[in-house]
């Protein structure tokens, strides 16, 4: 395999890439068209994008050899393992190759797509392309086989990272009426308070004083009671004027709850715990730790086996697909949590599940002598290089009293 060559081939491109060309997008329900930028400028939107792709980039990569017993081994010298672990490209870390397909994947209904170059059976880079560089195209036959084409140009499906979310559809696009909705509050609380769509207060007279009066109330008005140097003064009205204090209806006081469910209907479309999007009205101590447990195993873990297959169907030969794999390193994430880090290691170790040796390869640290031994340090007769002390017996105790 080596670098692609042909002559570009003209190719029609869907609606949906046409109208993220063009900065267009799906019209909803609310009159609010949403494409994939105007998606992200919703804050509980690129939270969500931004917390999954920048958590599967953050963990640690390796090249793992598998053997017949199936355990694994981590191959360090393997000409794919730089590229996944330092820099996919002369241009692209390997943290910013992973993030950005994985946000592809997320906003995009194509997936998140990268190519890799191949020369003399090996990978050498990994590029990936803006949007609709990368076309894909699956069988007819519904069997879901896919083609690719970069630049209008047929490529193989060996040198392509082709990413794709559940349903065949970027959660974005998913959750198009929801996010529309959300625009649609945020514009109207933008008129409600900064254009003034509900004023302070009225100032009444019970009768007419022209347009002259109004004007010189209303500028004596400000000039005695606005401002911070002003603030609490006594308010000394003209001509048995009155002042009525405005306050919000029962419906609008419910507009900061209906915001709230807004950003929780977006996280579930994502299937992120909601407080992991800043909503923090019904979190404890107790729970927000169950939550980030739940986008772990719920959330996270689906989209680190998807990357995972992706990177290795491109990654490796066909006859060393067997034999090699990727893998992302999930204990990275106990390592955030010291306290809970040393606790689990502890409780392994007394159990005599892990020797002191094992435990301390998950931090990353050298063996010492001795810490290979299977025994727990909370009791001395279970130490290493220790006997049992023969049990006593009960008639020479009594010959010695």
Known sequence: MGKRRGRAEKKALTDEQLLDL??????????????TEQALRVPAVMAAVRTISE??????????????????????????AA????????????FELIRQITVDALTRDAGGLAWVNWLRDEPVEI?????????????????????????????????????RSTFDKAPVSLAREAIGVAVAMERHCARLFGKGARPGGILS????????????????????????????????????????????????????ELRIFQLQEIARAFNIPAVLLGEMSRATWSNSAEM?????????????????????????????????AVRFERDDFSKVDLQVLATSINSLISSRVLSPNDARGWLDLQPYDGGEAYANPNTGSSQPGTTTPPARDANQDEDQQ
């Open 83 to 94: 590229l996944i672990r330092d820099a996919a490209n002369d241009w692209t870390s390997a």
């Open 205 to 256: 007279t019970p009768k007419s004083i022209g347009d002259a009066g109004v004007a010189k109330m209303l500028a004596g008005w400000r000039a005695a009671h606005e401002g911070a140097d002003n603030a609490g003064r006594t308010a000394i009205l003209w001509d048995s004027a009155t002042w009525t204090q405005t306050a919000l209806s029962s419906v609008d006081a419910q507009f900061t």
């Open 127 to 163: 590029v990936r392309y803006r949007p609709g560089i990368i076309a894909a195209e699956f069988d007819a036959d519904g069997s879901g086989r896919p083609s690719y084409r970069i630049n209008g140009v047929p490529t193989p499906a060996q040198e392509v990272i082709h990413l």
């Open 55 to 80: 958590a599967c980039a953050s963990l640690e990569r390796h090249v793992v050899e598998i053997a017949a017993d199936g355990t694994e081994t981590v191959v360090r010298q393997h000409p794919a």
């Open 292 to 324: 980030q447990k739940l986008f772990l195993m719920l959330c996270l873990e689906p989209w680190l086996l998807a990357l995972e297959g992706a990177l290795r169907r491109a990654l490796f030969l066909p006859e060393d697909r067997k034999r090699f």
């Open 22 to 35: 063009i900065g267009g997008g799906a019209a909803t329900s609310s009159g609010i068209t949403i494409s």
